[in-house]
């Protein structure tokens, strides 16, 4: 078929190709029609094209404001017009005006006092049926629904501080197979000849002041936890014949911890467990205000009372609540937690030591650590106020100090930098020079006089203050804290990390502990000794 428009547009003939009646293929003419003569003017066109290039871009204007509104579940041209009618038309949108009244009764209602009688719904299914029930107005409404919300929001705030104090307790108390496990080992020092004997043996005695051997220092009255940390450390190093362990503990685990290392040797490695009621020179003279931290009735009150007393929980976030619970663990004020501002007077014979947390794990050689050139300083540590995880490497002086009290805002700079405890080379040598025993004693008499005003979090606040100056930052990857603050740390950093610092409540030998950073701590363990299996503590 074929079309054939005339020059002039005035006829239209419509053909085909007749191959059965016309032998030679001519063409049939199927219509032919005549065009009337055009009336309209190029003007009158000119005009009309002039008219809709002014309209069209207000109509594209307005479908687009419409689909900006909340048109795009309209999917019909029909649904479309009946949103561009009103408007093209100069009416208002009727859902435009509802939402508006809705602004309108929301404002009012949020300024008005909720009556203290109002009876509210459970749910909010139960809500929407009774007010097709009930046949309520939008104020009624409104302020039932606000009514229920504001309850659900003081439930839910409730539910969390009581979930805080619940991890708070449980972070404090002494789990059930830890307990176990220091009472069946004191048992057995005093009924088993072997768990009695000399630690180290009498011919070792003089290497425990070899300053060519690599001298550890960790203090605890966690037994498993002291296990983990020596046997970590062992499994790590490539040298462990020239590593010397310095476990300091308690006068009441000193009987368990001496039976579990007298039982479990980690040779060649050498370990000596000494209680803190062996040193000599912990006097009463030497420590009194370690003495006053302990027995102040005050003192024991904060850390041992009711944490919930006294505290407006109205006007404080959950974080908030839980950095203060965390400042009063009752870990910090035991002389334990204590000890290390004292390790050139315990070990006078040494140059340097690492101090290590009972929490940390090892899991690289740690012989490094004696090459690292400290340039005079006394502290070598990881500094906790720049890196990827915000939450743990964010630490400044303002973190820990009341800048409030004139005392602190005089003395200190609230953006200095924090560093960590936990995993520390101590240069024995430059610290005797040094007063940093007496600022610390200094600063904690201080913090007693206010009533524990100028900070509340235990030991390294002190710290800070007293080793001022004297601090060499050293690699990060040494030391990587913050495994027991949250879950969100980066398995892979973990992995890397020459130290893991499981600091916070969630110990990984708590049931609290994050389920997958426990794993890197409980590889460590000897589930198979018969006092772990005896004591359920089950891997």
Not at 166 to 183: D, E, M, Q, T, V
Not at 272 to 298: C, M, S, Y
Not at 486 to 491: A, D
Not at 502 to 531: A, M
Request: hydrophobic share 40%.
């Amino acid at each position: 078929m074929q079309v054939h428009l005339s020059p002039s547009m005035k006829t239209i003939t419509i053909s085909t190709n007749n191959h059965s009646n016309n032998n030679n293929g001519g063409i049939l003419d199927l219509m032919k029609i005549k065009v009337a003569a055009r009336h309209v003017s190029y003007r009158t066109l000119f005009h009309t094209v002039l008219i809709l290039a002014f309209l069209l871009p207000f109509v594209f204007i307005l479908t687009a404001v419409v689909t900006l509104e909340g048109v795009n579940n309209c999917s019909s041209l029909n649904c479309l017009g009946r949103r561009l009618g009103p408007r093209l038309l100069g009416r208002a949108d009727d859902s435009v005006k509802l939402v508006k009244d809705l602004y309108k009764i929301l404002n009012k209602v949020n300024l008005d006092k909720i009556p203290d009688d109002l009876k509210l719904p459970k749910s909010f299914s139960a809500l929407v049926s009774e007010m097709k029930n009930s046949q309520y107005d939008a104020k009624t409404f409104a302020i039932k629904l606000r009514a229920m919300m504001e309850k659900s929001d003081i439930e839910v705030r409730a539910s969390k501080f009581a979930e805080l104090m619940n991890k708070h307790f449980a972070a404090s108390a002494i789990p059930k197979g830890l307990h176990c496990l220091s009472l069946r080992l004191t048992d057995e020092y005093s009924s088993n000849a072997h768990a009695r004997k000399q630690l180290p043996s009498p011919e070792l005695l003089p290497l425990l002041y070899d300053n060519s051997f690599y001298h550890f220092v960790v203090s605890t009255d966690n037994i498993l936890a002291a296990s983990v940390v020596v046997t970590s450390m062992v499994q790590s190093f490539l040298r462990p014949d020239k590593i010397i362990f310095h476990v300091i503990t308690d006068k009441k685990t000193y009987a368990g911890m001496h039976s579990w290392f007298a039982l479990n040797p980690l040779s060649p490695a050498i370990v000596e467990v000494k209680g803190v009621h062996q040193f000599d020179w912990l006097t009463r003279e030497n420590v009194p205000i370690l003495e006053a931290v302990e027995n102040q009735h005050g003192i024991r009150n904060y850390y041992h009372g009711n944490h919930v007393v006294g505290a407006n929980l109205s006007e404080t976030t959950p974080r908030n609540f839980a950095s203060k619970l965390q400042a009063r663990s009752p870990k910090y004020i035991s002389l334990l937690n204590h000890l290390r501002i004292y390790l050139p007077e315990l070990f006078p014979h040494l140059d340097k030591v690492v101090f290590l947390d009972d929490d940390v794990v090892v899991q690289r050689d740690l012989s490094p650590l004696w090459n690292i050139d400290l340039g005079g300083k006394v502290n070598g540590a990881v500094q906790t106020c720049e890196g990827d995880d915000e939450w743990v490497m964010s630490k400044r002086f303002k973190n820990y100090f009341n800048f409030s009290h004139p005392l602190i805002a005089e003395n200190l700079n609230p953006d200095d930098c924090a560093w960590g405890y936990g995993m520390n080379v101590f240069d024995l040598q430059a610290w005797r020079k040094t007063n940093i025993r007496e600022t610390y004693h200094s600063w904690l008499k201080e913090n007693l006089r206010s009533n524990l005003r100028l900070w509340k979090l235990g030991t390294l606040p002190p710290a800070l203050i007293a080793f001022r100056d004297h601090v060499q930052p050293i690699d990060p990857t040494w030391h990587m804290l913050g495994l027991g603050y949250q879950s969100k740390t980066n398995i892979e950093s973990v992995k890397k990390a020459a130290v893991i610092h499981y600091n916070g409540q969630c110990k990984p030998w708590l049931e609290i502990g994050f389920e997958h950073l426990r794993p890197f701590w409980t590889r460590y363990v000897n589930y198979s000794n018969d006092f772990v299996r005896n004591c359920h503590i089950l891997e």
